[in-house]
T-cell receptor, first 112, second 114 residues
Framework: DAKTTQPNSMESNEEEPVHLPCNHS???????IHWYRQLPSQGPEYVIH???SNVNNRMASLAIAEDRKSSTLILHRATLRDAAVYYC?????????????FGGGTRLMVKP | NAGVTQTPKFRILKIGQSMTLQCTQD?????MYWYRQDPGMGLKLIYYSVGAGITDKGEVPNGYNVSRSTTEDFPLRLELAAPSQTSVYFC?????????????FGPGTRLTVL
């Protein structure tokens, strides 16, 4: 699977929007872009995924660049509960086991 | 539905001891995974299974064994525990094949080897 690059950490104020960037310049045409987050002392949880078009769900929005070499996870109103490590992960259709390959992620700190 | 359950939550082992980490799911998912997470790092895949009777190695399989006799259970066996196996272990499941399916994670087992 292609690699992703994320900032180590970011800070946000509560109730403000947060834009978490991810670079994936070597992405292939069949790579899906996934985001997972890991709250303190918990297992990772799925946030959102997309292929080419922007995606919205109840948790977040995913904005994908036209050339697909970068993407941004958008939390529209950060809450204290959103403080977590956010992982941007590429998943290929040729990945037979469908496993997730985790990088270091971005630690999001939310200030009250 | 309980989802993915893992036992025990915590365990301290002495060097050379053995143990089995249990993972059970009630979602009827074919795909199951074992990951480990060292402090401050992302998760690394140990073993995975695409269905009952089928297992395969991940990135860091040395020192571990798995079996998958039923859809529900995917135990991870540590033989001759070493300090390098001190980590948090997560079990995960996925319902279908394809990179658009999400994985569901258990709460983890925190293992310390002294």
């Amino acid at each position: 699977d292609a690699k992703t690059t994320q900032p180590n950490s970011m800070e946000s104020n509560e109730e403000e929007p947060v834009h978490l960037p991810c670079n994936h310049s070597t992405i292939s045409g069949t790579d899906y872009i996934h985001w997972y987050r890991q709250l303190p002392s918990q297992g990772p949880e799925y946030v959102i995924h997309g292929l080419t078009s922007n995606v919205n769900n109840r948790m977040a929005s995913l904005a994908i660049a036209e050339d697909r070499k970068s993407s941004t996870l958008i939390l529209h109103r950060a809450t204290l509960r959103d403080a977590a490590v956010y992982y941007c992960i590429l998943r290929d259709v040729d990945n037979a086991g469908n496993m997730l390959t985790f990088g270091g992620g971005t630690r999001l700190m939310v200030k009250p | 539905n309980a989802g993915v359950t893992q036992t025990p939550k915590f365990r301290i082992l002495k060097i050379g001891q053995s143990m089995t980490l249990q993972c059970t799911q009630d979602m009827n998912h074919n795909y199951m995974y074992w990951y480990r997470q060292d402090p401050g790092m992302g998760l690394k895949l140990i073993y995975y299974s695409v269905g009952a009777g089928i297992t395969d190695k991940g990135e860091v399989p040395n020192g571990y064994n798995v079996s998958r006799s039923t859809t529900e259970d995917f135990p991870l066996r540590l033989e001759l525990a070493a300090p390098s196996q001190t980590s948090v272990y997560f079990c995960a499941t996925q319902g279908g094949r394809g990179p658009y399916n999400e994985q569901f994670f258990g709460p983890g087992t925190r293992l310390t080897v002294l």
